[in-house]
Structure formats: structure tokens, C-alpha cells
């Protein structure tokens, strides 16, 4: 059973910094995709950034171009979400979420297993 814990969240002031984990285990993630995700309430989950696990090809949405970095540790079995330059509406819940093969990454929907969340709160 695929399992994805995230931690790394936290209260931070704007123009600060955080690194955001996610532990995945219960497989050989060769060949899957690995995305961030993050949702407020009462919005729809939108998408962050993803990494393929076994080349590291990466993908951001515009929002977080430039201040955000994803990466992936094969040995650890662990994706980061580095976050830069952290604005207030950055505040949100940040999910990783995980498939198999890089078909519509950027959907929700596409997404099998999906961590519990870890929240990201940017202070003005």
C-alpha cells in the first residue's frame, strides 16, 4: 500500500522561506510522477509543481515559477518542495500526491495516492 506522509509545514513571515517533505513508501516509485498540490478552503486543489521520480523532469505552475523548486532524494524515497520568496497567498494546505507514468500531471484527478496535507501559512 503506497503511503505519502508530508511535513515541513509551518508559519513563516513573507519573503521567508520553508522545505516542504514528502516520505512515500509501499513501492518502487520508478516510472510515477510526483506532484505538489496545494488548496485553501472552500477553493478547488490546484497544482503546485511535479517531478518524475526516475529522470527528475520538472513542471511548475506560473504562480510559483522562479520561487519554488521541487526535487527528489531515490535513496531517501522522499520529494521536497523548496519554497522561496513566500507570499501571504501561498497560505494554504499543501498536498504531494503520486501516479504511475507523466500523463496529466497538472490534474487532480489523475493522482492515485495522495498524502494528508501539511499546512503553509505566510504572514504579511
Known amino acids: 500500500q503506497v503511503q505519502l506522509i508530508e511535513s515541513g509545514g509551518g508559519l513563516v513571515q513573507a519573503g521567508g522561506s520553508l522545505r516542504l517533505s514528502c516520505a512515500a513508501s509501499?513501492?518502487?516509485?520508478?516510472?510515477?510522477?510526483m506532484g505538489w498540490f496545494r488548496q485553501a478552503p472552500g477553493k478547488e486543489r490546484e497544482f503546485v509543481a511535479h517531478?518524475?521520480?526516475?529522470?527528475?523532469?520538472?513542471y511548475y505552475a506560473d504562480s510559483v515559477k522562479g520561487r519554488f523548486t521541487i526535487s527528489r532524494d531515490n535513496a531517501k524515497n522522499t520529494v521536497y518542495l523548496q519554497m522561496n520568496s513566500l507570499k501571504p497567498e501561498d497560505t494554504d494546505i499543501y498536498y504531494c500526491?503520486?501516479?504511475?507514468?507523466?500523463?496529466?500531471?497538472?490534474?487532480?484527478?489523475?493522482?492515485?495516492?495522495w498524502g494528508q496535507g501539511t499546512q503553509v501559512t505566510v504572514s504579511p
Open positions: 517531478i518524475t521520480w526516475t529522470s527528475g523532469i520538472t
Open positions: 500526491a503520486t501516479r504511475r507514468y507523466l500523463f496529466r500531471p497538472i490534474e487532480v484527478g489523475s493522482y492515485d495516492y
Open positions: 509501499g513501492r518502487t516509485f520508478s516510472g510515477y510522477v
